[in-house]
């Protein structure tokens, strides 16, 4: 099985901290993804990484930066955390070979900016 | 960005009842998919659909890739308390997207028992 892990489920920061988010693949997987959540938004691209040290934006980068120096690992980093950046967020990935393939999901940070 | 439109938001059912809920795209997508995110956790893939007019089935859960290739729709018989959750369809577009996946609102599912 897939096993996309973020290293934590919970997370208070203040506003202008510079936030990291980690996250953990074990499938080999080229393609990561970060997300955010909001109530009624579904789930929004931030940014997304196709290879190592290789980055796309997604739909709202804005604000978000992230590092993909290995091929297991992809972080989302907030540069200046503001309150609103609070939200969950979600890690997957997918794996190129399979075009078809699923992207598969972390159970998400949960970040509050105060 | 690009926005599926699912409806609808939000169902209340009681145990028992079917459940239907649906996506709505202005693009085309050559993959649709069926999500659920239990609380506290991540979207779990339920159903992927690969072909316009592919109907497919997994246990209770019944799913459809419209032959217009811009809308999908998942059904869910004789609902149980486990089923509560939120449901998220998601399309892929052709091309080189890098596995890229546009996702619908989420519908949230509240079943009484």
């Known amino acids: 099985d897939v096993k996309v892990t973020q290293s934590s489920r919970y997370l208070v920061k203040r506003t202008g901290e510079k936030v990291f988010l980690e996250c953990v693949q074990d499938?080999?997987?080229?393609?990561m993804f970060w997300y955010r959540q909001d109530p009624g938004l579904g789930l929004r691209l931030i940014y997304f990484s196709y290879d190592v040290k290789m980055k796309e934006k997604g739909d709202i980068p804005e604000g978000y930066s992230v590092s993909r120096e290995k091929k297991e690992r992809f972080s989302l980093i907030l540069e200046s955390a503001s309150t609103n950046q609070t939200s969950m967020y979600l890690c997957?990935?997918?794996?190129?070979?399979?075009?078809?393939?699923?992207?598969?999901f972390g159970d998400g940070t949960r970040l509050s900016i105060l | 960005g690009q926005q599926l439109n699912q409806s609808p938001q939000s169902m209340f059912i009681q145990e028992g009842e079917d459940v239907s809920m649906n996506c709505t795209s202005s693009?085309?997508?050559?993959?649709w998919l069926w999500y659920k995110q239990d609380p506290g956790e991540g979207p779990v893939l339920l159903i992927a659909?690969?072909?316009?007019?592919e109907l497919t089935s997994n246990g209770r859960l019944t799913a459809q890739f419209g032959i217009t290739r811009k809308d999908s729709f998942l059904n869910i018989s004789a609902s149980i308390p486990s089923d509560v959750g939120i449901y998220f369809c998601a399309g892929r577009a052709g091309g080189t997207s890098y596995g890229k996946l546009t996702f619908g609102q989420g519908t949230i599912l509240t079943v009484h028992p």
């Open positions: 693009s085309i997508f050559n993959t």
């Open positions: 659909l690969y072909k316009a007019g």
């Open positions: 997957a990935s997918s794996s190129s070979l399979a075009e078809r393939g699923p992207q598969h």
């Open positions: 499938m080999d997987h080229e393609n």
